[in-house]
């Protein structure tokens, strides 16, 4: 499975932008998909989970009621709507899929830039 992630760019806080991740190799309609993000300096942090059907999602609480992770198994995409944009958002975002445990998936995107700017 090869995973490609894009919309990232630069926005003034309180702006939207909407991440896709496409997958391509095979369906990944049966895999847990989720968004990872690393800001420069620190480590990679959990963003947000979804369930193979999508009837369940998960969120870090410092983006709850802000962003919204969707799929559409149909096109074999998985998508971040980011709603209310903070500069502390401003990272490098990984689409990841087939969770293997609460941080550990089998295949990885290559990362699409935001930034927020203040």
């Known amino acids: 499975v090869q995973l490609q992630a894009s919309g990232g760019g630069l926005v003034q806080a309180g702006g939207s932008l909407r991440l896709s991740c496409a997958a391509s190799?095979?369906?990944?309609?049966?895999?847990?998909m989720a968004w990872f993000r690393q800001a420069p300096g620190k480590e990679r942090e959990f963003v947000a989970a979804?369930?193979?059907?999508?009837?369940?999602?998960n969120y870090a609480d410092s983006v709850k009621g802000r962003f919204t992770i969707s799929r559409d198994n149909a096109k074999n995409t998985v998508s971040l709507q980011m709603n209310n944009l903070k500069p502390e958002d401003t990272a490098q975002y990984y689409c990841?899929?087939?969770?293997?445990?609460?941080?550990?998936?089998?295949?990885w995107g290559q990362g699409t830039l935001v930034t927020v700017s203040s």
């Open positions: 190799g095979r369906s990944v309609s049966r895999y847990a």
């Open positions: 990841a899929a087939d969770q293997r445990s609460s941080t550990s998936f089998t295949f």
């Open positions: 979804i369930s193979s059907s999508g009837g369940s999602t």
